[in-house]
């Protein structure tokens, strides 16, 4: 049986932002853009009354892995790729990034379908491979 990762939710009037711990790669680029929403030493981390919806949406849509996400509640998000397309970005010393759905063939041979976004490792270290968890900043990764 299949383990369904856990999303933690977080609700303004307008605006839905959720978290999936288990895509995190801790880049911190949520924390470092917006200190007074993303709260990493706190419980709950997430602050939706430190900035503004726009903000946090804007920032949010940064997550390189995928972990945060958002969405607005009364809103189509047009932002999003076509959902035919996907767009690969090779990130500085970290992980392949291809935004989009796709879906993935294992050695093994099952396959797994996976949007917005997904992070696979480079470096070689993840103990998650394909898909990164945040190994190569621990072991200096460049590349």
Same mark, same amino acid.
């Given at each position: @049986?299949?383990?369904?990762?856990? *999303?933690?939710?977080?609700?303004?009037? #307008? %605006? /839905?932002?959720?978290?999936?711990? !288990?895509?995190? *790669?801790?880049?911190?680029?949520?924390? $470092?853009?917006?200190?007074?929403?993303?709260?990493?030493? #706190?419980?709950?981390?997430?602050?939706?009354?430190?900035?503004?919806? /726009?903000? *946090?949406?804007?920032?949010?849509? &940064?997550?390189? !892995?995928?972990? %945060?996400?958002?969405?607005?509640?009364?809103?189509? #998000?047009?932002?999003?790729?076509?959902?035919?397309?996907?767009?690969?970005?090779?990130?500085?010393?970290?992980? %392949? @990034?291809? $935004?989009?759905?796709?879906?993935?063939?294992?050695?093994?041979?099952?396959?797994?379908?996976?949007?917005?976004? &997904?992070?696979?490792?480079?470096?070689?270290? !993840?103990?998650?491979?394909?898909?990164? #968890?945040?190994?190569?900043?621990?072991?200096?990764?460049?590349?």
């Amino acid at each position: @049986m299949k383990v369904k990762p856990t *999303i933690k939710a977080y609700e303004t009037d #307008d %605006l /839905v932002v959720e978290w999936q711990p !288990s895509l995190c *790669i801790h880049s911190e680029k949520c924390w $470092r853009g917006l200190p007074k929403v993303f709260r990493p030493n #706190d419980k709950p981390w997430v602050y939706l009354e430190g900035a503004t919806d /726009v903000n *946090i949406k804007e920032q949010v849509d &940064t997550c390189p !892995s995928g972990a %945060l996400s958002g969405y607005w509640k009364n809103k189509k #998000d047009e932002s999003q790729a076509s959902p035919n397309s996907a767009q690969v970005e090779v990130s500085k010393n970290g992980p %392949l @990034m291809v $935004r989009g759905k796709i879906e993935i063939k294992h050695a093994d041979g099952k396959s797994e379908a996976k949007e917005k976004v &997904t992070a696979f490792c480079r470096c070689g270290a !993840s103990s998650n491979k394909p898909f990164c #968890d945040g190994s190569h900043s621990k072991i200096g990764f460049e590349g």
